[in-house]
């Protein structure tokens, strides 16, 4: 009765320590797991379940956005910056790598013999999201428990690491990274663009983006209601035509433009700046 007593207070304890902004990350993570299991179970790159796989992908980016909305407005737990991090990697690292592979190697207009190619690419995307997360989870770590030692390694460490600000990001964020895949591998399934120069883009995109991850360079926190309460609307537009089957791809396209802006906005930032 005790032992039983006891699994129920430790239950209990875990629920309490569960947020909104949690929920949130659970249910991008479970997006993610529905992208794998929607993808794994298509017929050919034309089908219904390939789409419906990148569609539930950019949702998945919508709903960490709004985790983070709701963070900064209401209380959030100590599990929450672990929670949001293995969401970020279900849903924005392994799930765009293995629908890219699975598109690729079944439905793609290449020999089933470079999927070797296609393999290595995908797993680099994995891997260079990670290591993104695991740099932004070691500065969190490292900004609040520094020894007093100065020759600690962990003083070393944090030395050799690139500063987390407020209002920007080091490295180009895996859900940035994410949502730039996934719209425009949409956008090449729905306007019939998928031929073996498709493919080596999107494979050297898989390249750039990882180089993009794992750098130092610095991208700009869109906190800005400007900017995000325009890419709200965008998102319900796509995801309103697209359920009634209407023309989604306006929208779409104006969203690949925006994602390869923001992937390229250190650069038009420098360029203001050093003006």
Do not use: W
């Amino acid at each position: 009765m005790e032992g039983h007593t006891e699994r129920d207070l430790i239950f209990s304890c875990m629920l309490r320590l569960i947020k909104l902004p949690d929920l949130l990350s659970l249910l991008n993570a479970l997006l993610g797991f529905s992208a794998l299991v929607l993808v794994l179970g298509g017929v050919s790159v034309n089908d219904r379940a390939l789409k419906n796989a990148l569609v539930v992908l950019l949702l998945a980016a919508v709903v960490d956005g709004l985790d983070g909305m709701v963070a900064r407005t209401v209380a959030h737990s100590p599990l929450g910056t672990y929670l949001d991090s293995l969401a970020d990697l279900v849903s924005f690292g392994l799930a765009p790598a293995i629908v890219v592979y699975v598109l690729i190697k079944d439905y793609g207009p290449i020999s089933r013999s470079y999927a070797g190619v296609v393999l290595v690419f995908c797993g680099a995307y994995v891997i260079c999201g990670m290591l993104r997360l695991a740099r932004f989870n070691a500065n969190l770590f490292l900004c609040g428990a520094l020894p007093h030692d100065p020759a600690s390694p962990v003083r070393a460490y944090r030395k050799a690491l690139p500063k987390e600000r407020k209002n920007d990001f080091v490295g180009f964020p895996i859900t940035g990274s994410a949502t730039f895949l996934a719209s425009f591998t949409l956008m090449a399934v729905e306007l019939k663009l998928f031929r073996p120069s498709t493919v080596l883009f999107l494979l050297g995109l898989m390249a750039l983006l990882c180089v993009l991850m794992v750098s130092r360079i610095r991208y700009r926190n869109l906190r800005d209601k400007r900017i995000v309460i325009p890419l709200g609307i965008l998102f319900f537009m796509l995801f309103f035509l697209y359920i009634l089957s209407l023309q989604f791809i306006y929208p779409l396209i104006v969203l690949v433009i925006l994602a390869a802006f923001y992937m390229c906005s250190p650069l038009f930032l420098h360029t203001r700046t050093s003006r």
